[in-house]
């Protein structure tokens, strides 16, 4: 089992591109979570969902899109991306009754 | 509102030394579970422990340790006889359970800890 995978590790973008960061599973799990990480603001959930095809806003979801069309995958999108959302962002999946989220290896996403 | 409070930024010790981290948490549920991470230079998250709510007994692996006490909602964490290999940024987490049904996380906003030898 490959667990929480992200595409891609690294990625800079200029002001005003879009990008879509892939978040996959492979164990089968109900729940998918996107998370920002900031220096001195721990981590704070973008979007999660809840199962195939639901998504829902998090803490801090302004200038992100998600979508969950198959189970096992989690899409991030920025559309018009700012120089505010230069962060590390971490997937996490959970199952029900597991009691605890496994994360990805994070995104480093830079936005000049 | 659910919180996770941790007030110490950065810490720093010399090597062998004992060192605790604090983690306070607010929460409405009465069925919850707590986390820590550490977070090493190389950026993954590493889960160290899961404790649920009905569990208050402390637990002790190797050199590490935690107390739970749910009359004070902290969660300590303390490293026992501290290496350089233990400096790392460490998160206490929050996990909401059956009020919403979501088992999102709180995070602390971490502390940095230093081991200088």
């Known amino acids: 089992n490959a667990g929480v995978t992200q595409t891609p590790k690294f990625r800079v973008l200029k002001t005003g591109q879009s990008m879509t960061l892939l978040c996959a599973q492979d164990?089968?799990?109900?729940?998918m979570y996107w998370y920002r990480q900031d220096p001195g603001m721990g981590l704070r959930l973008i979007h999660y969902?809840?199962?195939?095809?639901?998504?829902a806003k998090g803490e801090v979801p302004d200038g992100y899109n998600v979508s969950r069309l198959k189970k096992q995958n989690f899409l991030l999108g920025l559309e018009s991306a700012a120089p505010s959302q230069t962060s590390v962002y971490f997937c996490?999946?959970?199952?029900?009754?597991?009691?605890?989220?496994?994360f990805g290896p994070g995104t480093r996403l830079t936005v000049l | 509102a659910q919180k996770v409070t941790q007030a110490q930024t950065e810490i720093s010790v010399v090597e062998k030394e004992d060192v605790t981290l604090d983690c306070v948490y607010e929460?409405?549920?009465?069925?919850?579970?707590l986390f820590w991470y550490k977070q090493p230079p190389s950026g993954e998250l590493v889960f160290l422990i899961r404790r649920n709510s009905f569990d208050e007994q402390n637990e002790i692996s190797g050199r590490y340790s935690w107390n739970f006490q749910k009359s004070t909602s902290s969660f300590n964490f303390t490293i026992t006889a501290s290496q350089v290999v233990d400096s790392a940024v460490y998160f206490c987490?929050?996990?909401?359970?059956?009020?919403?049904?979501?088992?999102?996380?709180?995070f602390g906003t971490g502390t940095r800890l230093k081991v200088l030898a």
């Open positions: 969902s809840v199962g195939e095809g639901t998504t």
């Open positions: 996490a999946s959970y199952r029900r009754g597991a009691h605890e989220q496994f």
């Open positions: 164990m089968n799990h109900e729940y």
């Open positions: 987490a929050l996990s909401e359970g059956k009020i919403s049904g979501t088992y999102k996380y709180i």
């Open positions: 929460t409405r549920d009465t069925t919850y579970y």
